[in-house]
């Protein structure tokens, strides 16, 4: 006989948020879908493949990295790509740490170049987390920093260059492997370099996420500043909290299911 091992409280918070969020945003007239990568996401897939073939076999989705590839293909969906689907209805995806307007960090898996651009052709970008996502400033709660892919060519450079910042980063370092020896490659063949800002520099995101971007070597920064139209925080007592970017916050019983 099978038996049900239940989820731990974080596991249960990000099926919750996830849940939620599918219910709410992934509606049968929408055929392009983003699907994100990390931890949260494969509880977003089973939501929608519970919503069943006769509406899915209509549907397209895209992968933000090898990760949301396998699980879109092993869930028998159908995989599209961006090049014949640059618009995408709704892009749902995972994030680091979220601040009260919505700024993200993003790309702990290193996936955040692929994320932005799904996140950015959506014409609805939602993000699902647990409880200990939601944040007053970010970097509060995800310690490694603000994760930047950068062209390998460039990356020692660029551990210098940022140091130059009119605020520089507290410390920035060279993502390594585990499992293998030498640094993080992403799956544009890039590495990662992790700067962590003080919480002086993250109170304006924006701010780091212009001036990152234009130095030499950066291909994509993991701060999503004024994407997101919603974030769902699943939280240990079984409720979500739900975020706008209009300020906007709510709290909802998940649905028993969840
Ligand atoms: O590169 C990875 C992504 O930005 C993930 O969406 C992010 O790290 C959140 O992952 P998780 O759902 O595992 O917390």
Do not use: W
Not at 156 to 184: D, F
Not at 218 to 228: P, S
């Amino acid at each position: 006989m099978a038996t049900t091992i239940p989820l731990t409280a974080i596991e249960g918070a990000k099926r919750l948020a996830a849940f939620t969020a599918v219910d709410r945003h992934i509606l049968s007239q929408h055929k392009v879908i983003g699907i994100g990568s990390g931890s949260t996401v494969p509880y977003v897939v089973d939501r929608i493949v519970s919503q069943g073939l006769s509406v899915n076999k209509d549907r397209v989705f895209l992968a933000t990295g090898f990760q949301s590839q396998q699980l879109i293909v092993n869930a028998g969906l159908r995989l599209g790509d961006i090049d014949q689907f640059p618009v995408l209805d709704v892009t749902i995806d995972g994030a680091d740490e979220v601040d009260p307007d919505l700024n993200c960090i993003k790309g702990g898996g290193a996936c955040h170049l692929r994320e932005k651009v799904l996140a950015e052709g959506a014409k609805t970008f939602i993000v699902v987390a647990d409880y200990r996502k939601n944040s007053q400033v970010l970097g509060a709660n995800y310690a490694p920093g603000v994760p930047i892919e950068v062209a390998p060519f460039a990356a020692t450079s660029l551990l210098r260059s940022i140091k130059t910042l009119k605020t520089p980063p507290l410390n920035a370092n060279l993502r390594m492997g585990t499992g293998k020896a030498g640094p993080v490659v992403t799956d544009n063949g890039n590495f990662v370099v992790d700067a962590v800002f003080g919480p002086e520099a993250m109170s304006d995101p924006v701010r780091v996420l212009h001036a990152v971007k234009l130095l030499t070597g950066v291909v994509e920064v993991g701060l999503f500043c004024n994407v997101a139209k919603a974030a769902y925080f699943g939280n240990q007592d079984g409720s979500v909290t739900v975020k706008l970017a209009d300020g906007q916050v709510s709290q909802i019983e998940a649905s028993s299911d969840a």
